[in-house]
């Protein structure tokens, strides 16, 4: 029999002794040996910790400055947006005459200062939707101040500021007995409300009246100098507005089966359409019809056409501003006296020509410049309605 000492036949003293048996676990071999063993040393360790510190701090630092690189760019788009939107269309050129400039914050304020006249004297005209005729006009008016001396107007500031009292000053009653310096403090009061609330400075509003002072004072050239008689001719007519729900076409096929003009024009105009003797020139779209148009060849030769409206005929419909008319000729032509409507009528219709010549010539020279597209009509009106000035209409005396 094998005589086996099995464990549990183990006396205490063999269990206590420690196995001769070699362990089999690996000895442990610190940072230094493995160092030596890989031919490395303790200075090769530290310079490997200190080339991972600085990379380590490299990449800090490239992140860091890739992060403010963003930041900056971010901010620069929005600053950029900003003075797309805030900074820079109010200092963009919008018209000029003969290098005086108007910029777009020149035209916004012109229609705000307008607007508020108009709604300070009741009115309810919106401004801001007619951007393009307001810088038109102030191409106007400013060739027109260019021009005066030319014309021999000459607008002083005396004149100005009889004109400004003639519009803010109360007149008295008959028999009422206001001395002038009660008169002159109601004018500085209604004056100083009137600025106050359309948000005006009392130059600007005396630049303003100096420009209706030059126009009153061309249309007065223009009425010296028309004739106290012109051939003339009879018409009466319907006017329809734009936004007219009555067909242009529908209501002349009407007088053409010979409805009664007069009956007609009520219904649609609330008036019996007579306008009367118009002589050439009062109304420049009718003047084709009534009196013909002259045709200016190449060589410059003048063809003149006849009027394409017979006597009694009904007119197709003619298109003037926000209006269409439908005329017919119901007497005439005849050489005849001109009252005084009709004269008032041909020299604003001559004050219109002249301003049109005018921009048209220096828009063909290059004196005169416009730079206004559907982009700038859209920021102009979005300024105007953002800051539109409230205002209590002037009470109705």
């Known amino acids: 029999m094998l005589n086996l000492t099995l464990p549990w036949k183990r006396s205490a003293a063999e269990a206590d002794e420690p196995s001769e048996q070699p362990s089999r676990r690996r000895p442990t071999r610190n940072a230094a040996s493995r160092s030596r063993r890989l031919g490395t040393s303790d200075a090769d360790i530290a310079q490997a910790a200190r080339n991972r510190r600085r990379l380590d701090s490299r990449r800090q630092r490239i992140a860091i400055v890739v992060g403010a690189v963003l930041i ?18 109010p200092r963009v050129m919008a018209g000029e005459v003969r290098n005086e400039q108007f910029s ?5 304020e012109r229609i705000r200062v307008l607007q508020g006249i108009n709604r300070y004297q009741g009115g309810q005209v919106d401004f801001s939707r007619i951007p393009f005729q307001l810088l038109t006009d102030l191409l106007h008016a400013e060739i027109l101040r260019q021009a005066a001396p030319g014309l021999g107007i000459e607008i002083t500031d005396e004149q100005i500021d009889d004109a400004i009292k003639g519009q803010f000053r109360p007149e008295p009653e008959p028999g009422q007995d206001v001395s002038d310096a009660q008169l002159d403090a109601e004018f500085d009061n209604t004056y100083t409300n009137f600025l106050t609330q359309v948000n005006l400075t009392n130059d600007t509003y005396h630049r303003i009246m100096e420009e209706r002072l030059h126009q009153s004072s061309l249309f007065g050239i223009m009425l010296a100098n028309l004739p106290e008689e012109a051939p003339q001719v009879e018409i009466q007519a319907v006017t329809l507005s734009l936004n007219s729900t009555a067909s242009p076409e529908g209501v002349r096929e009407r007088l053409v089966l010979g409805q009664d003009f ?3 024009a009520r219904e649609i105009s609330g008036s019996d359409g007579y306008i009367g003797w118009v002589p050439e020139g009062a109304f420049p779209e009718f003047d084709r019809y009534l009196f013909g148009e002259t045709d200016i060849a190449e060589d410059g030769s003048e063809t003149r056409k006849p009027a394409t409206l017979e006597l009694g005929e ?15 000729a119901i007497g005439g032509p005849e050489t005849q006296e001109v009252d005084s409507r009709m004269l008032f009528q041909m020299a604003s219709a001559l ?16 004196w005169v410049k416009i730079n206004f597209d559907s982009n700038r009509y859209a920021w102009v009106t979005d300024q105007v309605r953002l800051t539109r000035p409230r205002v209590t209409p002037q009470p109705q005396q």
């Not at 777009?104 to 916004?108: H, N, Q, T």
């Not at 009904?314 to 017919?328: K, L, N, R, T």
């Not at 004050?351 to 290059?366: A, F, H, I, T, Y």
């Open 351 to 366: 004050v219109e020509k002249w301003k049109d010549d005018q921009l048209q010539r220096g828009s063909e020279d290059g």
């Open 314 to 328: 009904i007119s197709p419909p003619i298109y003037v501003d926000e209006s269409i008319f439908i005329i017919q």
């Open 72 to 89: 900056l760019v971010i901010v620069g788009v929005v600053l950029a947006g900003v003075f797309q939107q805030f900074i820079l269309p």
């Open 104 to 108: 777009m914050g020149d035209l916004v």
């Open 262 to 264: 007069a009956s007609v």
